[in-house]
Nanobody
Framework: VQLVESGGGLVQAGGSLRLSCAAS????????MGWLRQAPGQDREFVAA????????RYTDSVKGRFTISRDNAKNTVYLQMNSLKPEDTAVYYC?????????????????WGQGTQVTVSS
């Protein structure tokens, strides 16, 4: 399984970015997917997750109302729409595939990871 993120970049505070994660393999639709991020000098943290069907989503409190996770199982792709970006959202964002079909905020339940994409929000 390979996960390839794209869509990161530099944006001003208040702006928007849409991250994409393309997955290889034929079993993409069987598993929950997540986005996690790591800021400089900080531990990696959970951002958002989506169940195998897309019917259930979960977000960390700091991004609720601003970020939206979605997936297109026909395209083997998961997205993270990020609006009203803040400087504290600056981090490397990672896409990950869960071991399970139901979503989880626990990092140890994700066992395939992308290489990450940098998001930088200037003030």
């Amino acid at each position: 399984v390979q996960l390839v993120e794209s869509g990161g970049g530099l944006v001003q505070a208040g702006g928007s970015l849409r991250l994409s994660c393309a997955a290889s393999g034929r079993t993409f639709s069987n598993y929950a997917m997540g986005w996690l991020r790591q800021a400089p000098g900080q531990d990696r943290e959970f951002v958002a997750a989506i169940s195998w069907s897309g019917g259930t989503t979960r977000y960390t409190d700091s991004v609720k109302g601003r970020f939206t996770i979605s997936r297109d199982n026909a395209k083997n792709t998961v997205y993270l729409q990020m609006n009203s970006l803040k400087p504290e959202d600056t981090a490397v964002y990672y896409c990950a595939r869960s071991k399970y079909s139901t979503l989880s905020p626990r990092q140890y339940e994700y066992h395939y990871w992308g290489q990450g994409t940098q998001v930088t929000v200037s003030s």
